[in-house]
């Protein structure tokens, strides 16, 4: 991905979410499916600008920057 284009979920956004942060969070979301994650984005933001998400660190600044770059873009998948 370049500057000027859109992240895209498949390819940018899903790689930041391990296994064990998506199997943490499968009670209320999927955090590896598009539709939820579209669903569900500013919450997720929220929650890794507080550091509560993942639960065990933050995220460096560069992936929140990404994930708000994605929400902003239009969610492309």
Excluded: H
């Amino acid at each position: 991905m370049t500057d000027v284009e859109q992240p895209g979920f498949a390819a940018d956004i899903k790689p930041l979410f391990r296994d064990k942060d998506r199997n943490a969070m499968l009670w209320k979301f999927d955090l590896w499916s598009v539709d939820d994650v579209r669903t569900n984005a500013e919450g997720i933001y929220g929650a890794v600008q507080r550091g509560t998400m993942p639960c065990d660190g933050t995220w460096p600044e560069g992936n929140s920057i990404l994930l708000r770059r994605w929400i902003d873009g239009g969610q492309l998948p």
